[in-house]
Protein backbone atom coordinates (compact mmCIF):
# COMPACT_ATOMS: atom_id res chain seq x y z
CA UNK A 1 0.00 0.00 0.00
CA UNK A 2 1.16 3.23 -0.63
CA UNK A 3 1.20 5.97 2.27
CA UNK A 4 -1.65 7.24 3.32
CA UNK A 5 -2.67 10.76 2.01
CA UNK A 6 -6.62 11.39 2.16
CA UNK A 7 -8.45 9.01 4.94
CA UNK A 8 -11.75 7.14 3.32
CA UNK A 9 -14.45 6.63 6.01
CA UNK A 10 -17.23 4.20 5.75
CA UNK A 11 -20.32 4.96 8.08
CA UNK A 12 -22.59 2.36 8.38
CA UNK A 13 -25.99 4.12 9.37
CA UNK A 14 -29.23 2.36 10.40
CA UNK A 15 -31.08 3.87 7.13
CA UNK A 16 -28.29 3.36 4.64
CA UNK A 17 -24.06 4.18 4.70
CA UNK A 18 -21.92 6.92 4.35
CA UNK A 19 -18.20 6.91 2.11
CA UNK A 20 -17.33 9.70 3.08
CA UNK A 21 -13.95 11.46 1.83
CA UNK A 22 -12.48 13.88 4.48
CA UNK A 23 -9.90 14.37 7.12
CA UNK A 24 -11.41 13.13 10.20
CA UNK A 25 -13.89 10.32 11.15
CA UNK A 26 -16.66 11.92 12.35
CA UNK A 27 -17.97 11.60 15.24
CA UNK A 28 -21.85 10.66 14.86
CA UNK A 29 -20.68 7.49 13.31
CA UNK A 30 -22.39 4.06 14.77
CA UNK A 31 -19.20 2.02 12.70
CA UNK A 32 -17.02 3.67 10.45
CA UNK A 33 -13.94 1.61 8.78
CA UNK A 34 -10.97 3.24 7.27
CA UNK A 35 -10.24 2.09 3.54
CA UNK A 36 -6.47 3.56 3.05
CA UNK A 37 -4.84 4.08 -0.23
CA UNK A 38 -6.84 7.09 -0.94
CA UNK A 39 -5.02 7.79 -3.26
CA UNK A 40 -6.11 4.79 -5.10
CA UNK A 41 -8.10 5.52 -8.71
CA UNK A 42 -10.70 2.86 -7.75
CA UNK A 43 -12.98 2.03 -5.29
CA UNK A 44 -13.81 -1.36 -5.64
CA UNK A 45 -17.35 -2.24 -4.47
CA UNK A 46 -18.17 -5.96 -3.38
CA UNK A 47 -21.06 -7.61 -4.93
CA UNK A 48 -23.08 -10.52 -4.60
CA UNK A 49 -25.34 -11.15 -7.29
CA UNK A 50 -28.75 -12.77 -5.21
CA UNK A 51 -28.63 -9.34 -3.09
CA UNK A 52 -31.19 -6.99 -4.11
CA UNK A 53 -30.11 -3.71 -5.40
CA UNK A 54 -28.53 -1.15 -3.18
CA UNK A 55 -28.20 2.60 -4.16
CA UNK A 56 -24.62 3.85 -4.55
CA UNK A 57 -24.39 7.77 -5.16
CA UNK A 58 -21.65 9.84 -5.78
CA UNK A 59 -21.54 13.32 -4.28
CA UNK A 60 -19.05 16.18 -4.87
CA UNK A 61 -19.56 19.21 -2.70
CA UNK A 62 -23.03 18.34 -1.90
CA UNK A 63 -24.18 18.13 -5.54
CA UNK A 64 -25.14 14.46 -7.31
CA UNK A 65 -23.00 13.60 -9.69
CA UNK A 66 -23.86 9.82 -10.22
CA UNK A 67 -26.03 6.92 -9.28
CA UNK A 68 -26.26 3.81 -9.55
CA UNK A 69 -28.04 0.44 -8.72
CA UNK A 70 -25.40 -1.91 -7.06
CA UNK A 71 -26.17 -5.62 -5.70
CA UNK A 72 -23.82 -4.81 -2.58
CA UNK A 73 -22.34 -7.82 -0.80
CA UNK A 74 -24.82 -9.10 2.18
CA UNK A 75 -23.34 -12.78 3.07
CA UNK A 76 -20.71 -13.24 0.62
CA UNK A 77 -18.83 -11.91 -2.37
CA UNK A 78 -19.07 -13.49 -5.44
CA UNK A 79 -16.73 -10.47 -7.26
CA UNK A 80 -15.51 -6.75 -7.53
CA UNK A 81 -16.27 -3.51 -9.47
CA UNK A 82 -14.41 -0.92 -9.80
CA UNK A 83 -16.12 2.65 -9.26
CA UNK A 84 -13.79 5.32 -10.83
CA UNK A 85 -13.19 8.32 -8.27
CA UNK A 86 -11.13 10.07 -11.19
CA UNK A 87 -13.66 12.26 -12.75
CA UNK A 88 -14.52 13.28 -9.53
CA UNK A 89 -11.47 14.32 -7.73
CA UNK A 90 -11.64 17.67 -8.68
CA UNK A 91 -15.02 18.77 -8.12
CA UNK A 92 -14.26 19.32 -3.82
CA UNK A 93 -15.15 17.17 -1.02
CA UNK A 94 -15.96 13.54 -2.00
CA UNK A 95 -18.29 11.58 -0.61
CA UNK A 96 -19.56 7.83 -1.94
CA UNK A 97 -22.93 6.98 -0.27
CA UNK A 98 -24.57 3.54 0.27
CA UNK A 99 -28.31 3.16 0.57
CA UNK A 100 -30.45 0.72 0.87
CA UNK A 101 -28.22 -2.18 2.22
CA UNK A 102 -28.12 -3.80 6.05
CA UNK A 103 -26.00 -2.10 8.36
CA UNK A 104 -24.25 -5.22 9.21
CA UNK A 105 -23.36 -6.23 5.58
CA UNK A 106 -20.27 -7.39 4.48
CA UNK A 107 -19.24 -5.01 2.07
CA UNK A 108 -18.33 -2.79 4.60
CA UNK A 109 -15.44 -4.61 6.02
CA UNK A 110 -14.88 -5.84 2.34
CA UNK A 111 -14.28 -2.49 0.45
CA UNK A 112 -10.64 -2.01 -1.10
CA UNK A 113 -9.16 0.89 -2.74
CA UNK A 114 -6.06 1.39 -4.79
CA UNK A 115 -4.86 1.47 -9.39
CA UNK A 116 -5.05 -2.18 -10.24
CA UNK A 117 -7.05 -2.62 -12.53
CA UNK A 118 -6.84 -6.73 -12.52
CA UNK A 119 -7.68 -6.31 -8.46
CA UNK A 120 -9.31 -9.97 -7.57
CA UNK A 121 -9.88 -10.79 -11.15
CA UNK A 122 -10.23 -14.50 -11.96
CA UNK A 123 -9.66 -16.12 -15.36
CA UNK A 124 -12.95 -17.75 -15.65
CA UNK A 125 -13.39 -20.82 -17.48
CA UNK A 126 -16.54 -19.57 -19.93
CA UNK A 127 -14.21 -16.53 -20.71
CA UNK A 128 -13.93 -16.51 -24.60
CA UNK A 129 -9.98 -16.39 -26.11
CA UNK A 130 -10.78 -14.68 -29.16
CA UNK A 131 -14.34 -13.13 -29.05
CA UNK A 132 -14.31 -9.69 -27.90
CA UNK A 133 -16.08 -9.39 -24.46
CA UNK A 134 -15.81 -7.23 -20.85
CA UNK A 135 -13.04 -7.79 -18.71
CA UNK A 136 -15.88 -7.13 -15.93
CA UNK A 137 -19.32 -6.63 -15.40
CA UNK A 138 -22.36 -7.11 -18.23
CA UNK A 139 -22.46 -6.17 -21.76
CA UNK A 140 -25.37 -6.13 -24.13
CA UNK A 141 -25.86 -4.70 -27.65
CA UNK A 142 -22.84 -3.35 -29.91
CA UNK A 143 -22.92 0.01 -30.08
CA UNK A 144 -21.07 3.44 -31.96
CA UNK A 145 -19.01 1.14 -34.23
CA UNK A 146 -16.48 2.69 -36.68
CA UNK A 147 -13.07 2.59 -38.44
CA UNK A 148 -10.61 4.86 -37.84
CA UNK A 149 -7.78 4.86 -40.60
CA UNK A 150 -4.34 5.40 -39.31
CA UNK A 151 -1.51 7.42 -40.67
CA UNK A 152 0.67 4.34 -40.81
CA UNK A 153 -1.82 2.11 -42.77
CA UNK A 154 -3.00 0.63 -39.98
CA UNK A 155 -6.21 1.46 -38.96
CA UNK A 156 -8.20 1.04 -35.18
CA UNK A 157 -11.81 -0.71 -35.17
CA UNK A 158 -13.92 1.41 -32.25
CA UNK A 159 -16.50 -0.94 -31.12
CA UNK A 160 -18.93 0.17 -27.93
CA UNK A 161 -21.34 -1.59 -25.87
CA UNK A 162 -24.11 -1.52 -23.64
CA UNK A 163 -22.51 -1.75 -20.39
CA UNK A 164 -23.35 -1.94 -16.72
CA UNK A 165 -19.83 -1.44 -14.96
CA UNK A 166 -21.09 -2.12 -11.68
CA UNK A 167 -22.46 -5.74 -11.81
CA UNK A 168 -23.21 -8.82 -14.18
CA UNK A 169 -26.84 -8.55 -14.93
CA UNK A 170 -28.61 -5.73 -17.00
CA UNK A 171 -28.81 -2.20 -15.36
CA UNK A 172 -26.88 1.05 -15.22
CA UNK A 173 -26.50 1.11 -18.98
CA UNK A 174 -23.04 2.88 -20.15
CA UNK A 175 -21.40 2.73 -23.34
CA UNK A 176 -18.38 0.80 -22.55
CA UNK A 177 -15.85 0.94 -25.33
CA UNK A 178 -12.75 -1.74 -26.61
CA UNK A 179 -10.36 -0.86 -29.86
CA UNK A 180 -8.60 -3.31 -32.00
CA UNK A 181 -6.43 -3.70 -34.91
CA UNK A 182 -7.71 -6.87 -36.34
CA UNK A 183 -11.32 -7.56 -35.08
CA UNK A 184 -9.93 -10.30 -33.30
CA UNK A 185 -7.57 -8.76 -30.32
CA UNK A 186 -9.39 -6.13 -28.63
CA UNK A 187 -8.12 -3.92 -25.68
CA UNK A 188 -10.69 -2.17 -22.89
CA UNK A 189 -10.73 1.56 -23.02
CA UNK A 190 -12.40 4.13 -20.50
CA UNK A 191 -16.14 4.25 -21.03
CA UNK A 192 -17.18 5.81 -23.73
CA UNK A 193 -20.33 7.82 -22.29
CA UNK A 194 -21.96 7.67 -18.56
CA UNK A 195 -25.49 8.52 -17.33
CA UNK A 196 -26.70 12.04 -17.02
CA UNK A 197 -29.68 13.78 -16.34
CA UNK A 198 -31.77 12.69 -19.71
CA UNK A 199 -31.29 9.35 -18.01
CA UNK A 200 -29.00 6.12 -18.89
CA UNK A 201 -27.13 5.34 -21.95
CA UNK A 202 -29.25 2.85 -24.55
CA UNK A 203 -28.04 1.60 -27.96
CA UNK A 204 -26.79 4.14 -30.69
CA UNK A 205 -24.52 4.44 -33.50
CA UNK A 206 -21.28 6.72 -34.23
CA UNK A 207 -20.04 8.10 -37.35
CA UNK A 208 -17.20 9.75 -38.30
CA UNK A 209 -18.30 13.14 -39.87
CA UNK A 210 -15.69 13.76 -42.87
CA UNK A 211 -16.67 17.17 -43.76
CA UNK A 212 -17.45 18.31 -40.50
CA UNK A 213 -21.39 19.08 -41.24
CA UNK A 214 -22.55 18.77 -37.24
CA UNK A 215 -19.85 22.36 -36.53
CA UNK A 216 -17.59 20.17 -34.46
CA UNK A 217 -14.87 19.89 -36.85
CA UNK A 218 -14.17 17.87 -39.74
CA UNK A 219 -13.26 13.90 -38.72
CA UNK A 220 -15.42 14.41 -36.03
CA UNK A 221 -16.59 11.24 -34.50
CA UNK A 222 -20.32 12.14 -34.07
CA UNK A 223 -22.62 9.60 -31.30
CA UNK A 224 -26.00 9.58 -31.62
CA UNK A 225 -27.56 6.70 -28.94
CA UNK A 226 -31.05 6.81 -26.89
CA UNK A 227 -31.46 8.13 -23.18
CA UNK A 228 -33.82 7.00 -21.47
CA UNK A 229 -35.06 8.21 -18.08
CA UNK A 230 -38.01 6.85 -15.50
CA UNK A 231 -41.05 9.32 -14.88
CA UNK A 232 -43.74 9.70 -12.00
CA UNK A 233 -45.97 7.69 -14.27
CA UNK A 234 -43.89 4.40 -14.41
CA UNK A 235 -43.02 4.62 -18.11
CA UNK A 236 -39.71 5.80 -19.34
CA UNK A 237 -39.38 8.50 -21.48
CA UNK A 238 -36.56 7.77 -24.02
CA UNK A 239 -35.00 10.35 -26.56
CA UNK A 240 -32.48 10.80 -29.02
CA UNK A 241 -28.68 12.78 -28.11
CA UNK A 242 -25.94 13.37 -29.74
CA UNK A 243 -21.99 13.73 -28.38
CA UNK A 244 -18.75 14.25 -30.42
CA UNK A 245 -15.11 13.38 -29.98
CA UNK A 246 -12.32 15.38 -31.66
CA UNK A 247 -9.42 13.26 -30.82
CA UNK A 248 -10.59 9.92 -32.96
CA UNK A 249 -13.55 8.15 -30.25
CA UNK A 250 -10.90 8.36 -27.08
CA UNK A 251 -13.51 10.71 -25.04
CA UNK A 252 -16.89 12.12 -25.74
CA UNK A 253 -18.12 15.45 -24.89
CA UNK A 254 -22.33 15.88 -25.08
CA UNK A 255 -24.10 18.15 -27.07
CA UNK A 256 -25.38 20.70 -24.87
CA UNK A 257 -28.46 21.33 -26.85
CA UNK A 258 -29.69 17.68 -26.26
CA UNK A 259 -31.77 15.78 -27.12
CA UNK A 260 -32.13 16.15 -30.97
CA UNK A 261 -34.99 13.89 -31.58
CA UNK A 262 -38.07 13.36 -28.88
CA UNK A 263 -41.59 11.25 -29.26
CA UNK A 264 -44.05 10.06 -26.61
CA UNK A 265 -43.54 6.85 -27.94
CA UNK A 266 -42.67 4.04 -25.00
CA UNK A 267 -40.27 1.88 -27.14
CA UNK A 268 -38.30 4.59 -29.39
CA UNK A 269 -34.52 4.16 -29.88
CA UNK A 270 -31.52 2.41 -31.41
CA UNK A 271 -30.26 5.67 -33.53
CA UNK A 272 -28.54 4.24 -36.27
CA UNK A 273 -27.06 6.84 -39.11
CA UNK A 274 -25.22 7.17 -42.15
CA UNK A 275 -24.47 9.38 -44.63
CA UNK A 276 -26.12 8.79 -47.80
CA UNK A 277 -24.39 9.91 -51.01
CA UNK A 278 -27.26 9.82 -53.24
CA UNK A 279 -29.08 12.86 -51.51
CA UNK A 280 -26.25 14.57 -49.86
CA UNK A 281 -27.96 14.32 -46.33
CA UNK A 282 -27.83 12.03 -43.56
CA UNK A 283 -30.17 9.48 -43.03
CA UNK A 284 -31.14 7.92 -39.26
CA UNK A 285 -33.19 4.97 -38.70
CA UNK A 286 -34.69 3.90 -35.44
CA UNK A 287 -37.10 1.53 -33.82
CA UNK A 288 -40.58 2.69 -32.83
CA UNK A 289 -42.18 -0.03 -31.42
CA UNK A 290 -42.45 -2.48 -33.76
CA UNK A 291 -41.88 -0.06 -36.82
CA UNK A 292 -38.80 1.56 -38.05
CA UNK A 293 -39.00 5.57 -38.56
CA UNK A 294 -36.54 7.12 -41.02
CA UNK A 295 -35.24 10.86 -40.76
CA UNK A 296 -33.04 12.94 -42.79
CA UNK A 297 -30.19 15.84 -41.77
CA UNK A 298 -27.76 17.83 -43.47
CA UNK A 299 -25.95 17.86 -40.07
CA UNK A 300 -26.28 15.16 -37.46
CA UNK A 301 -28.37 17.94 -35.17
CA UNK A 302 -31.43 18.42 -36.68
CA UNK A 303 -33.81 16.15 -38.12
CA UNK A 304 -36.68 15.82 -40.51
CA UNK A 305 -39.22 12.75 -40.13
CA UNK A 306 -39.38 11.17 -43.93
CA UNK A 307 -41.18 7.95 -43.22
CA UNK A 308 -42.14 4.64 -41.73
CA UNK A 309 -41.68 0.73 -42.35
CA UNK A 310 -42.77 -2.41 -41.04
CA UNK A 311 -46.03 -2.51 -39.58
CA UNK A 312 -47.41 -5.58 -41.95
CA UNK A 313 -43.91 -6.98 -42.68
CA UNK A 314 -41.97 -10.06 -40.90
CA UNK A 315 -41.81 -11.19 -37.65
CA UNK A 316 -43.98 -8.83 -34.66
CA UNK A 317 -43.51 -11.38 -31.98
CA UNK A 318 -42.02 -8.72 -30.19
CA UNK A 319 -40.47 -4.88 -29.55
CA UNK A 320 -37.93 -4.11 -32.87
CA UNK A 321 -34.78 -2.81 -31.82
CA UNK A 322 -31.61 -1.73 -33.17
CA UNK A 323 -32.21 -1.65 -36.76
CA UNK A 324 -29.58 -0.89 -39.66
CA UNK A 325 -29.78 0.07 -43.15
CA UNK A 326 -27.32 -0.27 -45.94
CA UNK A 327 -26.76 -0.75 -49.64
CA UNK A 328 -24.92 -4.31 -50.44
CA UNK A 329 -24.00 -6.15 -53.47
CA UNK A 330 -25.66 -9.19 -54.96
CA UNK A 331 -23.11 -12.07 -55.31
CA UNK A 332 -23.03 -12.69 -58.93
CA UNK A 333 -24.90 -10.38 -60.51
CA UNK A 334 -23.56 -6.96 -60.58
CA UNK A 335 -26.55 -5.15 -58.63
CA UNK A 336 -27.11 -3.98 -55.68
CA UNK A 337 -29.82 -3.87 -53.05
CA UNK A 338 -30.78 -2.35 -49.97
CA UNK A 339 -31.14 -4.21 -46.65
CA UNK A 340 -32.47 -3.45 -43.38
CA UNK A 341 -31.55 -5.23 -40.36
CA UNK A 342 -34.40 -5.69 -37.59
CA UNK A 343 -33.65 -7.14 -34.67
CA UNK A 344 -37.05 -8.47 -32.63
CA UNK A 345 -37.65 -9.55 -28.86
CA UNK A 346 -38.95 -11.70 -28.44
CA UNK A 347 -40.40 -13.59 -31.44
CA UNK A 348 -36.88 -15.22 -32.89
CA UNK A 349 -37.17 -18.82 -34.90
CA UNK A 350 -36.07 -21.03 -31.97
CA UNK A 351 -37.58 -18.36 -28.91
CA UNK A 352 -36.33 -15.26 -27.35
CA UNK A 353 -34.48 -12.48 -29.24
CA UNK A 354 -33.06 -12.73 -33.01
CA UNK A 355 -31.78 -10.64 -36.71
CA UNK A 356 -34.33 -10.71 -39.16
CA UNK A 357 -33.78 -8.62 -42.03
CA UNK A 358 -35.83 -7.08 -45.04
CA UNK A 359 -33.79 -6.46 -48.68
CA UNK A 360 -35.21 -4.10 -50.91
CA UNK A 361 -34.92 -0.25 -52.07
CA UNK A 362 -33.91 2.97 -50.25
CA UNK A 363 -34.14 6.45 -52.23
CA UNK A 364 -32.89 8.18 -48.66
CA UNK A 365 -36.67 9.03 -48.26
CA UNK A 366 -38.76 5.52 -47.93
CA UNK A 367 -37.68 1.69 -47.89
CA UNK A 368 -39.57 -0.23 -49.93
CA UNK A 369 -39.56 -3.80 -49.50
CA UNK A 370 -39.79 -6.80 -52.52
CA UNK A 371 -40.35 -9.38 -50.87
CA UNK A 372 -44.72 -9.83 -49.62
CA UNK A 373 -45.12 -8.83 -46.16
CA UNK A 374 -45.50 -12.63 -44.54
CA UNK A 375 -41.73 -13.77 -45.78
CA UNK A 376 -39.51 -13.79 -42.66
CA UNK A 377 -35.84 -13.80 -43.42
CA UNK A 378 -33.04 -14.33 -40.47
CA UNK A 379 -29.64 -13.31 -40.71
CA UNK A 380 -28.22 -16.27 -38.60
CA UNK A 381 -30.21 -19.32 -37.28
CA UNK A 382 -28.98 -20.20 -33.90
CA UNK A 383 -30.13 -18.91 -30.44
CA UNK A 384 -27.59 -16.55 -29.92
CA UNK A 385 -27.41 -13.80 -32.18
CA UNK A 386 -28.70 -10.35 -31.71
CA UNK A 387 -28.30 -6.29 -31.87
CA UNK A 388 -26.40 -7.17 -35.28
CA UNK A 389 -25.15 -3.60 -36.42
CA UNK A 390 -22.11 -3.17 -38.80
CA UNK A 391 -19.18 -1.00 -38.55
CA UNK A 392 -19.40 2.74 -40.61
CA UNK A 393 -16.59 4.11 -42.60
CA UNK A 394 -14.97 0.16 -42.88
CA UNK A 395 -12.23 -0.22 -45.43
CA UNK A 396 -12.87 -1.40 -49.33
CA UNK A 397 -16.09 -0.57 -48.74
CA UNK A 398 -16.90 -3.35 -46.68
CA UNK A 399 -19.95 -3.87 -44.35
CA UNK A 400 -18.55 -6.09 -41.56
CA UNK A 401 -21.14 -6.60 -38.60
CA UNK A 402 -21.01 -7.86 -35.20
CA UNK A 403 -23.91 -9.57 -33.23
CA UNK A 404 -24.42 -9.72 -29.14
CA UNK A 405 -24.01 -13.47 -28.72
CA UNK A 406 -26.85 -14.17 -25.95
CA UNK A 407 -30.35 -14.09 -26.04
CA UNK A 408 -32.41 -12.39 -23.43
CA UNK A 409 -34.52 -15.72 -22.44
CA UNK A 410 -31.26 -16.65 -20.20
CA UNK A 411 -28.67 -13.49 -20.83
CA UNK A 412 -28.68 -12.36 -17.15
CA UNK A 413 -28.51 -16.45 -16.19
CA UNK A 414 -25.38 -17.80 -17.87
CA UNK A 415 -23.08 -19.82 -16.13
CA UNK A 416 -19.84 -16.91 -15.87
CA UNK A 417 -19.96 -14.74 -13.04
CA UNK A 418 -17.33 -11.70 -13.07
CA UNK A 419 -18.66 -10.92 -16.60
CA UNK A 420 -21.36 -11.84 -18.90
CA UNK A 421 -21.81 -11.99 -22.58
CA UNK A 422 -19.68 -12.22 -25.43
CA UNK A 423 -19.96 -10.61 -29.01
CA UNK A 424 -19.59 -13.30 -32.28
CA UNK A 425 -17.29 -12.79 -34.24
CA UNK A 426 -16.73 -10.06 -36.86
CA UNK A 427 -18.99 -11.18 -40.04
CA UNK A 428 -18.91 -10.11 -43.33
CA UNK A 429 -22.32 -9.00 -44.95
CA UNK A 430 -23.29 -9.35 -48.68
CA UNK A 431 -26.58 -10.30 -50.74
CA UNK A 432 -27.19 -13.36 -52.83
CA UNK A 433 -29.62 -15.07 -54.74
CA UNK A 434 -32.01 -18.32 -54.27
CA UNK A 435 -35.00 -18.16 -56.38
CA UNK A 436 -37.00 -15.65 -56.59
CA UNK A 437 -35.97 -14.75 -53.28
CA UNK A 438 -32.71 -12.09 -52.31
CA UNK A 439 -31.06 -13.05 -48.99
CA UNK A 440 -28.32 -12.06 -46.97
CA UNK A 441 -25.21 -14.06 -46.75
CA UNK A 442 -22.64 -14.20 -44.25
CA UNK A 443 -18.72 -14.76 -44.07
CA UNK A 444 -16.41 -14.78 -41.34
CA UNK A 445 -14.60 -11.56 -41.17
CA UNK A 446 -10.85 -12.31 -42.99
CA UNK A 447 -9.07 -11.41 -40.17
CA UNK A 448 -10.29 -14.90 -38.74
CA UNK A 449 -8.04 -16.59 -41.86
CA UNK A 450 -4.44 -14.77 -40.48
CA UNK A 451 -5.33 -16.70 -37.33
CA UNK A 452 -4.93 -20.86 -38.79
CA UNK A 453 -2.08 -22.18 -37.40
CA UNK A 454 -1.20 -25.80 -38.55
CA UNK A 455 -3.46 -28.12 -38.85
CA UNK A 456 -3.67 -30.60 -35.93
CA UNK A 457 -5.25 -33.87 -34.97
CA UNK A 458 -7.84 -32.81 -32.43
CA UNK A 459 -9.69 -30.31 -31.21
CA UNK A 460 -8.53 -27.09 -29.03
CA UNK A 461 -10.33 -24.37 -26.63
CA UNK A 462 -9.94 -21.81 -29.41
CA UNK A 463 -9.79 -23.25 -33.04
CA UNK A 464 -11.40 -23.64 -36.50
CA UNK A 465 -12.69 -26.90 -37.92
CA UNK A 466 -12.99 -26.64 -42.09
CA UNK A 467 -15.08 -29.83 -42.72
CA UNK A 468 -15.39 -31.16 -46.49
CA UNK A 469 -19.04 -32.49 -47.38
CA UNK A 470 -20.16 -35.21 -49.34
CA UNK A 471 -24.01 -35.83 -48.48
CA UNK A 472 -25.78 -35.79 -45.59
CA UNK A 473 -23.01 -35.58 -42.69
CA UNK A 474 -23.38 -35.74 -38.59
CA UNK A 475 -20.62 -33.45 -37.01
CA UNK A 476 -20.14 -34.13 -33.34
CA UNK A 477 -17.92 -32.24 -31.12
CA UNK A 478 -17.20 -34.12 -28.02
CA UNK A 479 -15.09 -34.55 -24.69
CA UNK A 480 -14.18 -37.16 -22.71
CA UNK A 481 -17.49 -36.91 -20.27
CA UNK A 482 -20.09 -37.70 -23.02
CA UNK A 483 -20.56 -34.01 -23.38
CA UNK A 484 -21.51 -32.92 -26.71
CA UNK A 485 -22.89 -30.99 -29.88
CA UNK A 486 -24.21 -32.50 -33.04
CA UNK A 487 -24.64 -31.03 -36.05
CA UNK A 488 -26.33 -32.48 -38.98
CA UNK A 489 -26.12 -31.33 -42.56
CA UNK A 490 -29.39 -33.00 -44.46
CA UNK A 491 -28.07 -33.14 -48.38
CA UNK A 492 -31.98 -34.08 -49.24
CA UNK A 493 -33.62 -31.43 -46.61
CA UNK A 494 -30.84 -28.91 -47.81
CA UNK A 495 -30.95 -28.20 -44.00
CA UNK A 496 -27.92 -28.08 -41.33
CA UNK A 497 -29.00 -28.05 -37.70
CA UNK A 498 -26.96 -28.20 -34.33
CA UNK A 499 -28.24 -29.82 -31.13
CA UNK A 500 -26.82 -28.50 -27.82
CA UNK A 501 -29.25 -30.34 -25.64
CA UNK A 502 -26.13 -32.22 -24.25
CA UNK A 503 -23.60 -29.51 -24.40
CA UNK A 504 -22.66 -29.29 -20.82
CA UNK A 505 -24.36 -27.08 -18.39
CA UNK A 506 -27.98 -26.05 -20.07
CA UNK A 507 -29.89 -26.50 -16.36
CA UNK A 508 -29.67 -22.94 -15.51
CA UNK A 509 -32.70 -22.31 -17.94
CA UNK A 510 -35.49 -23.85 -19.40
CA UNK A 511 -34.92 -22.33 -22.71
CA UNK A 512 -31.64 -23.33 -23.19
CA UNK A 513 -31.87 -26.85 -24.35
CA UNK A 514 -32.40 -26.81 -27.78
CA UNK A 515 -32.05 -27.46 -31.65
CA UNK A 516 -31.60 -24.73 -34.13
CA UNK A 517 -32.32 -25.48 -37.80
CA UNK A 518 -31.04 -23.83 -40.43
CA UNK A 519 -31.93 -23.53 -44.66
CA UNK A 520 -28.80 -23.67 -46.69
CA UNK A 521 -29.79 -22.59 -49.64
CA UNK A 522 -28.46 -24.58 -51.98
CA UNK A 523 -26.06 -27.86 -51.93
CA UNK A 524 -23.38 -27.32 -48.85
CA UNK A 525 -19.93 -28.43 -49.69
CA UNK A 526 -17.76 -27.05 -46.97
CA UNK A 527 -18.18 -25.97 -43.33
CA UNK A 528 -16.56 -23.65 -41.23
CA UNK A 529 -17.35 -24.05 -37.30
CA UNK A 530 -15.19 -21.75 -34.96
CA UNK A 531 -15.00 -22.94 -31.57
CA UNK A 532 -14.00 -21.15 -28.39
CA UNK A 533 -14.60 -21.65 -24.68
CA UNK A 534 -18.52 -20.74 -24.71
CA UNK A 535 -19.33 -21.02 -28.25
CA UNK A 536 -19.76 -22.43 -31.68
CA UNK A 537 -20.21 -20.98 -35.03
CA UNK A 538 -21.12 -22.52 -38.10
CA UNK A 539 -20.66 -20.81 -41.39
CA UNK A 540 -21.30 -22.64 -45.06
CA UNK A 541 -18.18 -22.66 -47.19
CA UNK A 542 -20.18 -19.98 -49.40
CA UNK A 543 -21.84 -18.01 -46.72
CA UNK A 544 -25.15 -19.10 -47.49
CA UNK A 545 -25.86 -19.74 -43.72
CA UNK A 546 -24.91 -18.68 -40.22
CA UNK A 547 -25.46 -20.44 -36.48
CA UNK A 548 -24.24 -19.14 -33.58
CA UNK A 549 -25.13 -21.10 -30.49
CA UNK A 550 -23.24 -20.51 -26.78
CA UNK A 551 -22.12 -23.78 -24.96
CA UNK A 552 -20.97 -24.24 -21.34
CA UNK A 553 -18.88 -27.59 -21.44
CA UNK A 554 -17.63 -28.52 -18.20
CA UNK A 555 -14.40 -29.45 -20.20
CA UNK A 556 -13.07 -28.44 -23.63
CA UNK A 557 -14.17 -30.77 -26.49
CA UNK A 558 -11.50 -32.74 -27.87
CA UNK A 559 -12.79 -34.77 -30.26
CA UNK A 560 -14.76 -34.61 -33.66
CA UNK A 561 -16.83 -37.42 -34.75
CA UNK A 562 -17.44 -37.74 -38.61
CA UNK A 563 -20.23 -39.74 -40.12
CA UNK A 564 -20.88 -39.91 -43.98
CA UNK A 565 -18.15 -38.82 -46.59
CA UNK A 566 -17.25 -36.01 -44.62
CA UNK A 567 -13.80 -34.66 -43.31
CA UNK A 568 -12.28 -32.37 -40.86
CA UNK A 569 -9.47 -30.41 -40.43
CA UNK A 570 -8.66 -28.47 -37.43
CA UNK A 571 -6.84 -25.25 -37.19
CA UNK A 572 -5.58 -23.72 -33.51
CA UNK A 573 -6.03 -20.27 -33.78
CA UNK A 574 -2.95 -18.46 -33.20
CA UNK A 575 -3.82 -15.57 -30.59
Not at 153 to 178: D, I
Not at 303 to 309: G, I, K, L
Request: glycine residues 8%.
Amino acid sequence: MKKLLMTIVLTALSTGSVCEAQTVVPQACEQSIVVPNATGRYLWLPIEESAPEGKVQVITSGILQAEHNVRMAREKVDYYVPLDLQPFRQQGVLKVCVQNVPTGSICFSRLSQNDDTQFALKDEPYRPLYHHAPLRGWMNDPNGMFYMPGTDGQGTWNLCYQYNPYGSMWGNMHWGASTTSDLVHWQSQPIALAPDVWGTIFSGSAVIDHEGTAGFGEGAVVAIYTTSRPTPFGADVQAQCIAYSTDGGRSFTKYEHNPVITSDKRDFRDPKVFWNADIKRWNLILAAGQEMEIYSSPNLREWTFESRFGSEYGAHGGVWECPDLMRLPVRGTGEQKWMLICNINPGGPFGGSATQYFVGQFDGHRFICESQPEVTKWMDYGKDHYATVTFDNAPRGRRVAIAWMSNWQYANEVPTRQFRSANSIARDLFLFRDGTETFCGVNPAEEMLALRGKPAKQLTEACEVVVSLKGTSEITLANAKGEEVVMKYDDKARTFSMDRRKSGETAFSEAFPCVTTAPTHGKMRELRIFIDRCSVEAFDGEGRMAMTNLVFPTEPYKTIRLTGKAKATVYPLSL
